[in-house]
């Protein structure tokens, strides 16, 4: 039988219509196969965990077949509670396949330790902008007489005084004792330094009290 004749007989169409048949009957077990093992259209909603302690999302989570998984623990936020959830991926809400890790990242125990860097001789506009990248805060500024106007002369933080080197926490706030710039060069105005550590700023400018004269046994 010629080819011809062959592709244009009854046993050719036969044949390619089983074949054609067997194909889409293999391509749709496939399919329902696939459907099977993906769970096709069985989707879960991501909870939020925000804040929840890493035990109990684990718990919560194992109950609807997801799995957490935690990446890493970011700097301390005070509006969530110590060792709580601060962030997660997929977010809440988010409709995930059953078996799906949410990547978490939890909150730290407390505010991170941050060290006076050294501010001798140093303006205040100086200082500042390495207090603001060490996120500290600045609190209340008071002056006092000294030569250089808006040298810092002194750190306290809640009354305690700073030198460089020591630790605070992050987000502290700082005061500072600036120089005003009226006085006159001496040697014992000129340093910053103070006999004492635990002397706080006061919230008005410090000012210089007239020396008192008084006699002795009979004056001069």
Request: hydrophobic residues 40%; negative net charge.
């Amino acid at each position: 039988m010629s080819l011809f004749k062959y592709i244009t007989s009854k046993t050719f169409f036969l044949q390619a219509f089983i074949a054609a048949a067997i194909v889409a009957a293999f391509t749709f077990l496939l399919i329902l196969f696939l459907d099977f093992r993906t769970n096709h259209g069985q989707e879960i909603k991501v909870p939020d965990l925000s804040k929840m302690k890493l035990e109990i999302a684990e718990e919560k989570l194992n109950d609807i077949d997801l799995e957490v998984f935690l990446l890493d623990t970011v700097d301390f936020n005070p509006e969530f509670p110590p060792f709580t959830i601060l962030e997660q991926d997929p977010k809440a809400g988010s409709l995930v396949k059953d078996g799906r890790k949410i990547y978490v990242k939890l909150n730290a125990g407390e505010f991170t330790n941050i060290e006076i860097p050294e501010f001798k001789d140093k303006t205040y506009r100086q200082i500042l902008a390495t207090i603001k990248s060490l996120t500290l805060k600045e609190g209340k500024i008071t002056y006092k007489p000294h030569i250089a106007k808006d040298v810092v002369l002194q750190i306290y933080q809640n009354g305690r005084r700073l030198r460089a080197g020591d630790i605070v926490k992050k987000n502290s706030t700082l005061d500072f004792v600036l120089g005003d710039g009226k006085e006159v060069f001496n040697e014992e105005t000129f340093s910053s330094e103070e006999p004492t550590d635990t002397l706080a700023p006061s919230d008005t400018p410090i000012e210089e009290q007239p020396v008192e004269f008084k006699e002795n046994n009979g004056g001069i």
